[in-house]
């Protein structure tokens, strides 16, 4: 779970708060008062960092040229840099941080789901929170200063904006397509768990259900209010500029209702989310009772699977001792377990199991089949569990503990498999003080990303725009893309259709909720919409992958590609536009 790993970004943010007073004793020569001190970076670079000091400037000193330019802190004590590698450094630290507070937002939003069920915490709670880290940095982005600063900041705000759209429907789905693919039947149906085509470009690929399709034509839909503000600069007008801006506003935050409305009376996604975390618990039960019970472990020191080990377990199952598993058997042996903290369905675990294990389809579990299945959730394990030293019963423990968290987090109070939620009081603080510490982290942080961001395109002379679209999608967008690539891998129709889903909802969350916020700062400070190249861009994509995938469901191998020259061809489109031909 996420909170196991607060000590790294505690230890980055008192790094970042002490960097002021750490740096004493190393005064720039040749700056003014003692208020201008360096700090040495990782690789021995030295940043001028802009300490508080008691008195401003004198008006004669001003600021130094160069590189080392001044700079303007942020709340007035974090640390800042006119430097371009300060700059990377505290954008890299802050990204980290940010990420963090996307973590928390998850873990937080989706604990919800245990108290008040995947209808109206999946359909209200996860989009919104999930886009909640793009949104704040977009607002901040042109929420402070003049406004002449916010109009030079707020590109990093729309820069985000794309980015994040862009990475999640070319890097990302392409990268699904390449870890999930399977091989195809002559009706380009993909065969779940069967890879044996390598990298044919049309004999392997994925497959999702109809539902998929369906989010994808909402995504294409969300691009709506990108049109409507664009109205004045494909019909040349010269007003009418504010009202269009007003129009794309109203419409964004109405699709913003619609879609979550959508989410909580069509509950599909968080249905199947749901089905597939009961498995992976049942997964890691029975990886940690064979660790524990049967003679010798799963895995070598150096993580290498026990085969032998592996074989002993499965004839303990096969209590006839005919060479292969029946339903029987297995029911029996999951009974024997004894989920202790969560009361599953045997039965339900029975068939998730033969339906994973059985590949020959002949309703029982032959030994080559057990050992390849186990060896398959071996993997899946070793992915989802960052283990340190050897593979051991600690590293299977972490397993069932985070699969178990999952499981428990989706549980429908109401579902009709009657599974019962276990403290309640509990789970609802946990979530409420995930979400605040999340909340808190990303609109404490969300400013200074900007400002860094901000700072070292000045320091490089790179346009802000390509740092943010380029950079800042990895900071708010990694865990989710992180989760899609591991549901992918386990190359079943089922799981590839809501790792689609998902990145369709996101898209479709940045083209309505984040782009919402964003036509709110450029209304109320009365920025200027001069966005043309990049709204171009969005709409492409958006585009070409949603019509691309509302219509089929099957995606051979190559379709991968198209998705991945949509990332370079974004960028070229901006530069020409922009740089070339003076849309900017």
């Given at each position: 779970?996420?909170?196991?790993?607060?000590?790294?970004?505690?230890?980055?943010?008192?790094?970042?708060?002490?960097?002021?007073?750490?740096?004493?004793?190393?005064?720039?020569?040749?700056?003014?008062?003692?208020?201008?001190?360096?700090?040495?970076?990782p690789?021995g670079?030295?940043?001028?960092?802009?300490?508080?000091?008691?008195?401003?400037?004198?008006?004669?000193?001003?600021?130094?040229?160069?590189?080392?330019?001044?700079?303007?802190?942020?709340?007035?004590?974090?640390?800042?840099?006119?430097?371009?590698?300060?700059n990377?450094?505290?954008?890299l630290?802050?990204?980290?941080?940010?990420?963090?507070?996307?973590?928390?937002?998850?873990?937080?939003?989706?604990?919800?789901?245990?108290?008040?069920?995947?209808?109206?915490?999946?359909?209200?709670f996860?989009?919104?929170?999930?886009?909640l880290?793009?949104?704040?940095?977009?607002?901040?982005?042109?929420?402070?200063?003049?406004?002449?600063v916010?109009?030079?900041?707020v590109?990093?705000?729309?820069?985000?904006?794309?980015?994040?759209?862009?990475?999640?429907?070319?890097l990302?789905?392409g990268?699904?397509?390449?870890?999930?693919?399977c091989?195809?039947?002559?009706?380009s149906?993909a065969?779940?768990?069967?890879?044996?085509?390598?990298?044919?470009?049309?004999?392997?690929?994925?497959?999702?259900?109809?539902?998929?399709?369906?989010?994808?034509?909402?995504?294409?839909?969300?691009?709506?209010?990108f049109?409507?503000?664009?109205?004045?600069?494909?019909?040349?007008?010269?007003s009418?500029?504010?009202?269009?801006?007003?129009?794309?506003?109203?419409?964004a935050?109405?699709?913003?209702?619609?879609?979550c409305?959508?989410?909580?009376f069509?509950?599909?996604?968080?249905?199947?989310?749901?089905?597939?975390?009961?498995?992976k618990?049942?997964?890691?039960?029975?990886?940690?009772?064979?660790?524990?019970?049967?003679?010798?472990?799963?895995?070598d020191?150096?993580?290498?699977?026990?085969?032998?080990?592996?074989?002993?377990?499965?004839?303990?199952?096969?209590?006839?001792?005919?060479?292969?598993?029946?339903?029987?058997?297995?029911?029996?042996?999951?009974i024997?377990?004894?989920?202790?903290?969560?009361d599953?369905?045997?039965s339900?675990?029975?068939?998730?199991?033969?339906?994973?294990?059985?590949?020959?389809?002949?309703?029982?579990?032959?030994?080559?089949?057990?050992?390849?299945?186990i060896l398959?959730?071996?993997?899946?394990?070793?992915?989802?569990?960052?283990?340190?030293?050897?593979?051991?019963?600690?590293?299977?423990?972490?397993f069932?503990?985070?699969?178990?968290?999952?499981?428990?987090?989706?549980?429908?109070?109401?579902?009709?498999d009657?599974?019962?939620?276990?403290?309640?009081?509990r789970?609802?603080?946990?979530?409420?003080?995930?979400?605040?510490?999340g909340?808190?982290?990303?609109a404490?942080?969300?400013?200074?990303?900007?400002?860094?961001?901000?700072?070292?395109?000045?320091?490089?002379?790179?346009?802000?725009?390509?740092?943010?679209?380029?950079?800042?999608?990895?900071?708010?967008?990694?865990s989710?893309?992180?989760?899609?690539?591991?549901?992918?891998?386990?190359?079943?129709?089922?799981?590839?259709?809501?790792?689609?889903?998902?990145?369709?909802?996101?898209?479709?969350?940045?083209?309505?909720?984040?782009?919402?916020?964003?036509?709110?700062l450029?209304?109320?400070?009365?920025?200027?919409?001069?966005f043309?190249s990049?709204?171009?861009?969005?709409?492409?994509?958006?585009?070409?992958?949603?019509?691309?995938?509302?219509?089929?469901?099957?995606?051979?191998?190559?379709?991968?590609?198209?998705?991945?020259?949509?990332?370079?061809?974004?960028?070229?489109?901006?530069?020409?536009?922009?740089?070339?031909?003076?849309?900017?």
């Open positions: 779970m996420p909170t196991r790993h607060a000590a790294p970004p505690l230890l980055l943010l008192l790094l970042l708060l002490a960097a002021a007073p750490l740096a004493h004793g190393r005064a720039v020569s040749g700056g003014g008062g003692g208020g201008r001190l360096s700090l040495l970076l690789g670079a030295a940043a001028a960092l802009r300490l508080p000091s008691e008195a401003a400037p004198a008006a004669g000193e001003g600021e130094e040229g160069g590189a080392g330019g001044g700079c303007e802190m942020t709340y007035g004590f974090l640390p800042c840099t006119g430097t371009a590698l300060g990377l450094f505290l954008v630290a802050y990204g980290f941080l940010m990420f963090k507070a996307a973590t928390h937002l998850s873990a937080g939003s989706e604990l919800l789901l245990q108290i008040l069920g995947p209808g109206v915490v999946g359909g209200l996860l989009p919104i929170l999930g886009a880290p793009d949104a704040l940095l977009i607002l901040v982005s042109g929420l402070s200063g003049t406004k002449e916010a109009q030079s900041q590109l990093i705000g729309m820069g985000l904006l794309a980015g994040s759209t862009v990475m999640l429907l070319t990302l789905w990268s699904c397509v390449v870890v999930g693919k091989d195809l039947l002559e009706n149906t065969t779940d768990g069967q890879d044996t085509k390598g990298f044919s470009l049309f004999g392997s690929g994925v497959s999702t259900d109809v539902q998929t399709s369906y989010a994808a034509r909402i995504m294409a839909i969300s691009v709506f209010p049109i409507i503000v664009q109205i004045p600069k494909i019909f040349k007008l010269h009418g500029h504010r009202l269009t801006v007003l129009l794309g506003l109203i419409v935050a109405l699709l913003v209702l619609a879609y409305l959508y989410q909580v069509q509950p599909w996604i968080q249905r199947r989310r749901l089905e597939y975390a009961r498995l618990h049942i997964m890691s039960g029975l990886l940690r009772h064979a660790q524990m019970h049967v003679f010798g472990r799963l895995l020191e150096d993580g290498t699977p026990n085969v032998p080990v592996i074989e002993k377990l499965f004839h303990k199952i096969d209590l006839d001792n005919d060479g292969k598993l029946e339903r029987g058997e297995l029911q029996a042996f999951i024997g377990i004894k989920f202790e903290d969560v599953l369905d045997s339900l675990a029975v068939d998730q199991i033969m339906a994973d294990f059985d590949r020959s389809q002949n309703h029982t579990i032959e030994k080559g089949e057990f050992v390849e299945g398959r959730w071996l993997e899946e394990a070793k992915h989802s569990v960052a283990a340190s030293g050897a593979y051991s019963k600690k590293f299977l423990q972490d069932h503990t985070r699969t178990r968290d999952e499981h428990n987090l989706l549980l429908d109070k109401d579902d009709e009657g599974e019962a939620i276990e403290n309640p009081t789970t609802c603080f946990k979530a409420i003080s995930l979400l605040l510490l909340t808190a982290m990303a404490a942080f969300a400013d200074p990303l900007v400002d860094a961001v901000h700072n070292f395109s000045n320091a490089t002379s790179i346009p802000s725009f390509f740092i943010s679209f380029i950079a800042m999608p990895l900071a708010t967008n990694s989710e893309a992180v989760s899609a690539i591991i549901f992918a891998s386990r190359k079943k129709q089922r799981t590839l259709s809501l790792t689609f889903s998902e990145v369709y909802g996101a898209v479709t969350m940045n083209n309505t909720l984040c782009l919402a916020v964003f036509l709110a450029v209304y109320v400070r009365d920025l200027t919409w001069d043309s990049e709204v171009l861009v969005i709409f492409l994509v958006c585009t070409i992958m949603g019509l691309f995938t509302s219509f089929r469901t099957n995606f051979p191998l190559w379709t991968c590609f198209v998705a991945y020259l949509l990332y370079p061809l974004s960028l070229i489109i901006v530069y020409v536009l922009d740089f070339k031909f003076g849309w900017s």
